[in-house]
């Protein structure tokens, strides 16, 4: 003969269905991270294209402003050479 089967005391079962509801409460929530990971990642690959589509003009930009800045240094070596021009000039003037 087989031994009675027992049932588990009130307890377990308690501990079971608590148990049972966090898994399930547990695979909610890691769903919904999952969701706002998807999200996210899909905002960020189109910052990403966005940022791609710009970076010609960023790098005209840098190239400009390189450009700017080597007519500036001519400018300045201009604005020297023509102030001793104007005073070997002027010395000219008063012989």
Do not use: H, W
């Not at 307890?11 to 991270?33: A, G, H, P, Q, V």
């Not at 969701?35 to 400009?64: E, F, G, V, W």
Request: net charge positive; charged share 35%; hydrophobic share 30%.
């Amino acid at each position: 003969q087989r031994p009675p089967r027992r049932s588990l005391p009130r307890t377990t079962c308690e501990d079971y269905r608590l148990l049972e509801n966090m898994n399930k409460l547990t695979s909610l929530k890691y769903m919904e991270m999952k969701d706002i990971s998807i999200n996210i990642s899909r905002n960020l690959q189109d910052l990403n294209n966005k940022y791609a589509s710009l970076q010609p003009y960023l790098d005209q930009i840098n190239q400009i402003e390189e450009q700017v800045s080597s007519l500036e240094q001519a400018a300045y070596k201009l604005d020297g050479y023509s102030k001793k021009l104007e005073a070997r000039f002027k010395k000219l003037e008063k012989r």
